[in-house]
């Protein structure tokens, strides 16, 4: 009876709970957790008008690599809606990119007004109907300098820019 006893004892001993040090490590794990939780949620969550601006800045770069592998001058033309790539046919005419889904006419998906400067000049932008290029890309990577500016409906802007090389500008590098 007594083994018993002592076997009952050193169960109900065995019984005592977590200690102080195991319980901080998983309210440290959970507040790990958590946090990295709450950045990637963060992350998903994106800001339509930098992702227009990224999209043109990208499809634009895109454009000027097409351009060097098919040896090929392509054009840009801006509308008050969106944006169209173009090439030249046989005839040497600019028609709009059609068969290429990532160089094909764009619209945005938003509200915006856009504004494009040609040679520090604002263009009036066409209705998409009667959209025609207006930044042309030439076969060596080069380009028609232009500044890009999309509005949203809360008066936030954002800026593209690109130079006579091709090369993005950093739009908040201009002061002074």
Same mark, same amino acid.
């Given at each position: 009876?007594?083994?018993?006893? &002592? ?7 065995g019984?005592r709970?977590?200690?102080? =040090?195991e319980? /901080?490590? $998983? ?8 946090? @990295? !939780?709450?950045?990637? @949620? %963060?992350?998903?969550?994106? #800001?339509? @008008?930098n ?11 895109? *454009? ?6 098919r040896?090929? !001058? =392509?054009?840009?033309?801006?509308? #008050? ?18 068969? #290429? *889904? +990532? /160089?094909? %006419?764009? $619209?945005?998906?938003?509200?915006y007004?856009?504004?494009?400067? =040609? ?5 009036? =932008?066409?209705? !998409?109907?009667?959209? &025609?290029?207006? $930044? ?6 080069e ?7 999309? &509005? #949203? ?6 800026? $593209?820019?690109?130079? %006579?090389?091709?090369?993005? +500008?950093?739009?908040? *590098?201009?002061?002074?």
């Open positions: 009876m007594r083994k018993g006893s &002592r076997l009952r004892r050193r169960c109900h001993s019984w709970g977590f200690s102080l =040090l319980m /901080l490590i $998983v309210i440290m794990v959970i507040g790990i957790l958590y946090s @990295l !939780a709450g950045s990637m @949620l %963060n992350l998903s969550v994106s #800001d339509p @008008l992702e227009e601006v990224s999209r043109l800045q990208t499809r634009v770069l895109m *454009a000027q690599d097409e351009s060097i592998v040896s090929q !001058a =392509l054009a840009l033309g801006f509308s #008050d809606t969106g944006y169209a790539f173009f090439a030249q046919d046989e005839h040497m005419q600019w028609q709009p990119v059609q068969q #290429d *889904a +990532l /160089l094909g %006419n764009y $619209v945005f998906r938003g509200e007004e856009p504004t494009l400067y =040609l040679q520090g000049q604002e263009v009036a =932008l066409p209705a !998409a109907s009667r959209i &025609r290029p207006q $930044v042309f890309i030439l076969p060596t990577g380009m028609m300098p232009f500044e890009w500016r999309l &509005r #949203d409906t809360g008066k936030r802007e954002g800026i $593209v820019r690109f130079d %006579n090389v091709g090369r993005v +500008l950093d739009a908040t *590098a201009e002061t002074g």
